[in-house]
Every structure is written in structure tokens, then in C-alpha cells.
């Protein structure tokens, strides 16, 4: 996938100027902080949302719902623990981390490209924790 880049320079970080890019269309945090991508860090927000029972995110297309979500899923997940200081180091929340930090396990799911979401993901269910003894229901059932 070929990503359209915007070169913006700052000339207020310590030890002279820095080029970040503007990466047009990336949702992947983590491939923002590998490019020094350019991104507004709204990590503040991270300890409110925990407090919060179900939260909800409602923004129209465009907004940054899906960065925001892999942005929580980098900070909540186990397997995320050992790049912590490398994806959060220069954020708010990298300074003021919260008890939850790296510890959930984490199931990310993408339904951007799939036609039918409720078979896949009754599928992946199955596939996950069918053979471990749980009771699984099929998920088209529910959703249709």
C-alpha cells in the first residue's frame, strides 16, 4: 500500500530542527512512531476512559477512530509491554501511566475488508475457544 507523505519541519525540538511526516491514511500506531510520523497526542484521555463503563466512540469517517483504537490496544496489551517507553516514551500517558498498562490480552479484530463479519468472526470464535472446553454461540444467530 503506498502512503502519501507531508513534510512538515519543527523547529522546537532540543537539539535542532526534526522533519516529521503527515502519513495520510495510516491507522497503525505503531508504524506512526517507526516513520516519526506526526500525530496529535490525545493519550490524556486514557484514564478518563477507564473509569468509564462502556465507552463508545461515535466520530463521523475520517476522524481517527481506528488509530485511537490500535493507540489503546498498543497501551492495554501484554504483548505490547517490552516496546512500552518506545510507543509511549514521548507521550502524556508514557509519563503517567495508569495501573492497566500492558495487562490485557489483547484480540484485535479488523472487519474493514471482510464481507461477512458475523460468519468470520463465529469462525474465529470457534477456532479460539471452541476446543477449550467453553460453550460458544453462534454469532450470525445474535447479530442477524
Same mark, same amino acid.
Given at each position: ?50 473509569? &468509564? ?24 496489551? &501484554? ?13 502524556? &500517558? ?10 490485557? &490480552? ?39
Amino acid at each position: 500500500m503506498a502512503y502519501r507523505y507531508i513534510l512538515v519541519e519543527f523547529a522546537f525540538y532540543p537539539g535542532g530542527k526534526m522533519k516529521k511526516r503527515i502519513l495520510y491514511g495510516v491507522a497503525n500506531y505503531e508504524e506512526i512512531v517507526a516513520e516519526n510520523g506526526y500525530f496529535i497526542d490525545k493519550t490524556r484521555y486514557i484514564p478518563r476512559l477507564e473509569i &468509564i463503563k462502556n465507552p463508545v466512540f461515535l466520530r463521523p469517517r475520517r476522524f481517527g477512530k481506528s488509530l485511537w483504537c490500535r493507540i489503546l490496544e498498543c497501551y492495554y496489551s &501484554i504483548r505490547m509491554k517490552d516496546r512500552f517507553d518506545e510507543l509511549f516514551g514521548h507521550t502524556w &500517558i508514557g509519563q503517567n501511566p495508569t495501573a492497566l498498562k500492558n495487562a490485557f &490480552i489483547v484480540l484485535h479484530l479488523d472487519f474493514s475488508t471482510v464481507e461477512e463479519p458475523a460468519a468470520v468472526l463465529n469462525l474465529y470464535v470457534i477456532y479460539c475457544f471452541g476446543n477449550q472446553g467453553f460453550r460458544v454461540f453462534d454469532v450470525t444467530e445474535v447479530v442477524s
